[in-house]
């Protein structure tokens, strides 16, 4: 199984705490990790001793809001390169400002171990906010309902979509695009497996 995690970055120093989690991810048996970095123009001054060597690191010269553009980028790299083999390819969005919930990471190794098996093509999952929770719906996979980090998709699902680029809501605008297309490939659970802006909270 490969897992492609992208990460727009305008937060450098945030990168060895995400670092943690990545090496986590590694460990697991079956599993190839490719950590995607794109560096945005609006990226603050970066030291190279903040720089994970785990990464693979691309910039991004265009404006870009929430880093749609950098994730776009990062989706048409992984055509390019990455995505040969489209049987156990998946993709996560992380952004530089949270970490990977270990319950996603217990989810990647259950898929991981299952590779030959028939599984769910996306994963949508709970997100602890810190005081408060949000549990998605099936009936409610929409903007304003569903985080950047609540997903887990498979390449083949993905398609052609892409994150709208002008758009501050385009991680629900992207998730629901593709889930009314794939709706019975999908496994929509309340589990929390999912911080919001973790790194903000510590």
């Known amino acids: ?13 945030n990168l060895l705490r995400i670092e943690n989690d990545i090496v986590k991810l590694k460990a697991l048996k079956g599993l190839v990790v490719k950590w995607i ?12 001793c903040m720089l994970s060597s785990y990464a693979t690191y691309y910039n991004y010269l265009k404006p870009s809001i929430s880093g749609n553009g950098e994730r776009n980028f990062a989706l048409n790299k992984c055509l390019e390169t990455a995505w040969d083999n489209y049987s156990s390819t998946w993709v996560y969005f992380l952004d530089d400002d ?13 898929i991981a171990q299952r590779a030959n098996e028939k599984i769910y093509k996306g994963y949508i ?13 099936p009936d409610r996979i929409n ?29 629900g605008l992207f998730i629901q695009e593709i889930y009314q297309k794939n709706r019975k490939h999908f496994h929509v659970s309340p589990t929390i497996m999912a911080y919001y802006n973790k790194i903000r909270m510590l």
């Open 125 to 137: 999952f709970g997100q602890d906010r810190g005081d408060t929770q949000l549990i998605p719906r």
């Open 37 to 48: 970095v794109v560096v945005s123009p609006q990226c603050e001054a970066i030291d190279p």
């Open 1 to 13: 199984m490969h897992l492609t995690i992208i990460t727009p970055l305008t937060r450098p120093k």
């Open 98 to 110: 949270n970490l990977i919930h270990p319950d996603f990471i217990k989810l990647i190794g259950q």
């Open 143 to 171: 903007v304003n309902q569903i985080d950047t980090a609540m997903y887990l998709l498979h390449s083949s699902i993905i398609d052609k979509a892409r994150w709208k680029e002008d758009e501050h809501v385009a991680d």
